[in-house]
């Protein structure tokens, strides 16, 4: 792809990454912030946009970077820098608003970038990712307005939800499942974002409607996912699979909580589903796609180490401390220290994926054939 920037300057995918690393960094504070823990920096506006900062201004941005690159036009790098814009815009001193609008246009911009490849590649599996960017653009809406972000969080997960699992739709006919398993995943994905629709105005009813549809989602994720069949094999494919694994089960306990919790809007239960989707699910995911994705757009590759276990082990079992010691017996420094864990894991990731990309393929490579994951393999036909 041509560099958008210019010659001699440096591509406009790199730029656009160090916005959503300093999102990422801000988002991680403000979570040790909102834990009262000591944190690096300490802005009182951190823990007050800490969600969506980690939603819209770090995934967002790097789903929307990913399609840019995909999609092969200038005007679909409108998205991440817009993202990134607003992402900047609330760790300045710019009103809040100023940051809210940039987010909602570049949410925006990428149910554009969703049409164009529906024009391209009509699929069950775009036109689930593309019910997620929708759901992005009615959580960016209702930050706007103002409304309080427990209200907004479904609208984030099915964002979230809906951008993985139309990935792994696509993914499906690896393992062939039966016709009807790719439709209830698809139904179940667009009941996800009508429960999302239903909480705003009865929080009970759609908080049920939620959890199904994730109990439902999690449950033929984990039967009928290439990751049943990966996960025997060893390397990246075994390393990937584990995460997906894990992230699916994640996703069944935050859909049996809001199943059985109902209108979750605060307390013990909001900070268990939460957290089970966002770093249970979300991370796991980002870790399990991040060798395979981000060369996508890096055009560098990211060599899979058996290092990389480490912080994934480290996030699922401080995360299970977290939601089973902290939330469910009710003991706050349980949570203060499964919440600094998960931070630690997420930074060690991160630490070990950027060790990884300047060292180099290893001398003797260990990594088994993989299937070309859904996005890098609509990069390479474009």
Same mark, same amino acid.
Do not use: C, K
């Given at each position: 792809m041509q560099n958008p920037g210019g010659t001699g300057r440096p591509p406009l995918r790199l730029v656009l990454l160090a916005p959503a690393g300093l999102a990422m960094l801000a988002g991680l504070d403000?979570?040790?912030?909102?834990?009262?823990?000591?944190?690096?920096?300490?802005?009182?506006?951190?823990?007050?946009?800490?969600?969506?900062?980690?939603?819209?201004g770090v995934v967002g941005t790097l789903v929307a970077l990913e399609r840019a690159v995909a999609v092969r036009r200038r005007l679909a790098f409108s998205s991440p820098l817009l993202l990134a814009a607003g992402s900047l815009a609330l760790l300045s001193t710019?009103?809040?608003?100023?940051?809210?609008?940039?987010?909602?246009?570049?949410?925006?911009?990428?149910?554009?970038?969703?049409?164009?490849?529906?024009?391209?590649?009509?699929?069950?599996?775009?036109a689930v990712q593309g019910a997620g960017a929708a759901a992005a653009v009615g959580s960016a809406l209702l930050i706007l307005a103002g409304v309080p972000v427990p209200v907004v969080t479904p609208w984030f997960?099915?964002?979230?939800?809906?951008?993985?699992?139309?990935?792994?739709?696509?993914?499906?006919?690896?393992?062939?499942?039966p016709a009807s398993v790719r439709a209830g995943i698809v139904g179940a994905g667009l009941a996800l974002l009508g429960g999302s629709a239903v909480a705003?105005?009865?929080?009970?009813?759609?908080?049920?409607?939620?959890?199904?549809a994730l109990v439902s989602l999690a449950v033929l994720l984990a039967r009928h996912d290439v990751a049943r069949r990966t996960v025997r094999s060893t390397g990246l494919p075994r390393f990937m699979a584990l995460a997906?694994?894990? #992230?699916? /089960?994640?996703?069944? &306990? =935050?859909? $049996?909580?809001?199943?059985?919790?109902?209108?979750?809007t605060d307390g013990r239960a909001y900070d268990a589903v939460l957290h089970a989707v966002f770093l249970g699910f979300v991370m796991s995911m980002v870790m399990?796609?991040?060798?395979?994705?981000?060369?996508?757009?890096?055009?560098?590759?990211?060599?899979?180490?058996?290092?990389?276990?480490?912080?994934l082990l480290l996030l699922h079992v401080s995360l299970a401390f977290r939601l089973v010691v902290?939330?469910?017996?009710?003991?706050?420094?349980?949570?203060?220290?499964?919440?600094?864990?998960?931070?630690?894991?997420?930074?060690?990731?991160? #630490?070990? /994926?950027?060790?990884? &990309? =300047?060292? $180099?393929?290893?001398?003797?490579p260990t990594v088994a054939a993989v299937p070309v994951e859904p996005l890098v393999r609509e990069a390479a036909l474009r």
């Open positions: 403000g979570a040790l912030l909102l834990l009262g823990v000591p944190a690096p920096i300490r802005l009182d506006r951190l823990a007050d946009v800490h969600g969506q900062l980690m939603v819209l710019a009103p809040l608003a100023v940051g809210h609008a940039l987010h909602l246009a570049g949410t925006v911009a990428l149910v554009g970038t969703y049409v164009v490849v529906w024009r391209r590649q009509p699929a069950p599996a775009i997960v099915a964002f979230l939800v809906l951008t993985v699992v139309g990935e792994r739709i696509e993914l499906m006919r690896v393992a062939a499942p705003l105005l009865h929080p009970r009813a759609g908080g049920a409607v939620l959890g199904l997906m694994l894990a #992230g699916f /089960a994640w996703l069944g &306990v =935050a859909g $049996g909580v809001w199943l059985l919790g109902g209108a979750v399990a796609h991040a060798p395979v994705i981000l060369p996508a757009v890096l055009r560098r590759p990211l060599p899979y180490r058996p290092v990389m276990l480490a912080p902290g939330d469910g017996w009710g003991s706050v420094a349980a949570v203060r220290v499964g919440g600094v864990a998960n931070v630690v894991a997420v930074l060690a990731f991160l #630490g070990v /994926a950027v060790w990884s &990309v =300047a060292a $180099g393929p290893p001398a003797r």
